[in-house]
């Protein structure tokens, strides 16, 4: 089993910042990929940004330049650092662990609002 548990989501200005965090417990040695994926109210839960095993990521083009994602191997934890946030950016945001057997674990979400 495996444990996500994020942080870090709140009320926030358009053009504002916020830094997401999500701290994993548990068995994490196969873990293959994780990340951030949103969802806003009446529409799908969509990918935001990833990170493989290798370092390797992957954004969504609407967050691309704004949005930094990063990790913390001593901390076992998952940083997502937001800037020029923007109204379209509210959602809830949850933090993804996927296993090489491409199993999903997911974290309980936080909320991100941005008033115009």
């Known amino acids: 089993q495996l444990q996500l548990v994020e942080s870090g989501g709140g009320l926030v200005q358009t053009g504002g910042s916020l830094r997401l965090s999500c701290v994993a417990s548990?068995?994490?040695?196969?873990?293959?990929?994780a990340g951030w994926y949103r969802q806003a109210p009446g529409k799908r839960r969509e990918l935001v940004a990833t990170?493989?095993?290798?370092?390797?990521?992957n954004y969504a083009d609407s967050v691309k330049g704004r949005f930094t994602l990063s990790r913390d191997n001593a901390k076992n934890t998952l940083y997502l650092q937001m800037n020029s946030l923007q109204p379209e950016d509210t959602a809830v945001y949850y933090c993804?662990?996927?296993?090489?057997?491409?199993?999903?674990?997911w974290g309980q979400g936080t909320q991100v609002t941005v008033s115009s």
């Open positions: 990170i493989t095993s290798a370092g390797n990521t």
């Open positions: 993804n662990a996927q296993t090489l057997s491409q199993y999903n674990y």
């Open positions: 548990g068995r994490m040695f196969n873990v293959n990929v």
